[in-house]
């Protein structure tokens, strides 16, 4: 079974820039969750998709923050302007269905804003 | 994320030791406690999971305890070997809402095993 897909694995920014990472789950997976792991810190949740719908994105900063997931199967997280906080691991994770005990994390894209 | 308290920070341990972490919640309707483990580079992968009306489980030289009445779960790898170096999570998983399932993260326990 192929993993989740994520691309790029690494970016540079420059503040006030913008940026887009593309994930692309297991085969078959309805629900798309999307992470944000800062250094040394646990993945905390951003946005979690169910097919091509949001389930959850309360703590996603929308001021800057947007993801979708148009054809229930690949998905975009971009940020714009990025901020210096932002530098960060950025996780995709799919799993069966909401109620799955199984996720499936990639290898995450690591953003380093300057 | 402050839900779930996780300690040690960080552990040292000789090769064949026992390796021990501990996770504390405060959510009593999270209904499964996996832990995960995160190689540098890698996204988490899950090691082992319990479900609340088990008290304690074994895979192999890993084992989960679990006191639903302490609200805590640990983590016990015995004979650690130096390919078991890597960050250790808890998660457990609750119900956020109209269906929703989603995990909550500690902030994890660097495991570094010394031959």
């Known amino acids: 079974e192929a993993g989740v897909a994520q691309s790029p694995r690494y970016k540079i920014i420059e503040k006030r820039q913008s940026v887009a990472f593309w994930c692309n789950p297991i085969?078959?997976?309805?629900?798309l969750y999307w992470y944000q792991q800062i250094l040394g810190q646990g993945p905390k949740l951003l946005i979690q998709?169910?097919?091509?719908?949001?389930?959850?994105d309360s703590q996603l900063p929308k001021d800057r923050f947007s993801a979708e997931r148009l054809k229930g199967v690949d998905s975009t997280l971009k940020i714009q302007p990025a901020k210096l906080e932002d530098s960060a691991v950025y996780l995709c994770?799919?799993?069966?269905?909401?109620?799955?005990?199984?996720?499936?994390f990639g290898s995450g894209t690591r953003l380093t804003v300057v | 994320q402050q839900q779930v308290k996780q300690s040690p920070q960080s552990l040292i341990v000789q090769k064949g030791g026992i390796s021990i972490i501990n996770c504390a919640y405060e959510?009593?309707?999270?209904?499964?406690f996996p832990w995960y483990q995160q190689f540098p580079g890698k996204g988490p992968a899950l090691l082992i999971a319990i479900r609340p009306d088990v008290s304690e489980k074994k895979e192999g030289r890993f084992t989960i305890s679990f006191n639903k009445s302490a609200k805590q779960f640990s983590l016990h790898i015995m004979d650690s070997q130096p390919g078991d170096s890597a960050t250790y999570f808890c998660a457990p998983r609750g119900n956020s809402g109209a269906g929703s399932y989603q995990l909550t993260f500690g902030k994890g326990t660097k495991l570094s095993v010394i031959p």
């Open positions: 994770a799919s799993s069966l269905d909401t109620g799955s005990y199984g996720y499936t």
């Open positions: 085969s078959g997976h309805a629900t």
């Open positions: 959510n009593t309707a999270f209904d499964y």
């Open positions: 998709f169910q097919n091509n719908g949001v389930v959850d």
